[in-house]
């Protein structure tokens, strides 16, 4: 079958950097992506990585292994505005996105 | 984790015919359904909100007679586009909310409409 993981929920500090990790097995790969979503709002597009490697933007950054079926999302200097949940989303070979669960960020002061 | 469905996956129709796709909350009550539009890497639009047995929200700019929205029942909701037209071509989402996990949304894999 196919399955998203990624971590229910992660804490981290004002300022520091955190990595959401998301592990994917899907029937075949059309590029994967990260959104963000806070609560009562439509998800916001972050990234979409097709090809292996770090893309940077910003404060952001995400990092796809094809090989593993594994990528992250990279966010730096946080900041309390960052307090959201973080989707992982896969196309496959069928252009349907399989989703992950989500993973909700705290960032305290 | 809650699984949510979409019925067709895909669908290429005539100008001007109507198409009707499904989403369904299949091991979990939704009382609220959200239906989304997403363009090529970008966010997702919100069109509309629906409650089970009331009337949806729609977003604003979003024309209501157009995309008609029914939630029927606590596993079902339908969005139809009336009267398609080639840009209403786009990939539809739906997402489901129990309204239990602070507002968690489960989201389906998606139809991807084309009109010709």
């Known amino acids: 079958g196919q399955n998203i993981d990624q971590p229910t929920e992660m804490t981290a500090t004002e300022g520091a950097i955190v990595q959401i990790n998301c592990t994917y097995q899907?029937?075949?790969?059309?590029?994967l992506f990260w959104y963000q979503q806070h609560a009562g709002e439509a998800p916001t597009f972050l990234s979409y990585?097709?090809l292996d490697g770090l893309e940077e933007k910003g404060r952001f950054s995400s990092f796809l292994s094809r090989s593993k079926g594994y990528s992250y999302l990279l966010l730096k200097e946080l900041q309390m505005k960052d307090s959201a949940s973080y989707l992982c989303?896969?196309?496959?070979?069928?252009?349907?996105?399989?989703w992950g669960a989500g993973t909700k960020l705290i960032i305290k002061p | 984790g809650a699984v949510v469905s979409q019925h067709p996956s895909r669908v290429i129709c005539k100008s001007g015919t109507s198409v009707k796709i499904e989403c369904r909350s299949l091991?979990?009550?939704?009382?609220?359904m959200f239906w989304y539009r997403q363009f090529p890497k970008q966010s997702l639009m919100l069109m509309a909100t629906?409650?089970?047995?009331?009337?949806?929200?729609?977003e604003q700019g979003v024309e209501k007679d157009k995309f008609l929205i029914n939630h029927a029942s606590l596993t079902l909701s339908t969005l139809t586009v009336t009267s398609a037209h080639p840009e209403d071509s786009s990939f539809y989402i739906c997402?489901?909310?129990?309204?239990?996990?602070?507002?968690?949304?489960?989201f389906g894999p998606g139809t991807r409409l084309l009109v010709l």
């Open positions: 997402s489901a909310s129990s309204g239990r996990e602070e507002e968690t949304q489960y």
């Open positions: 091991d979990f009550q939704a009382t609220t």
């Open positions: 629906s409650n089970e047995g009331s009337k949806a929200t729609y």
């Open positions: 899907t029937s075949g790969f059309n590029g």
């Open positions: 990585n097709v």
């Open positions: 989303a896969v196309m496959d070979s069928n252009y349907q996105l399989i």
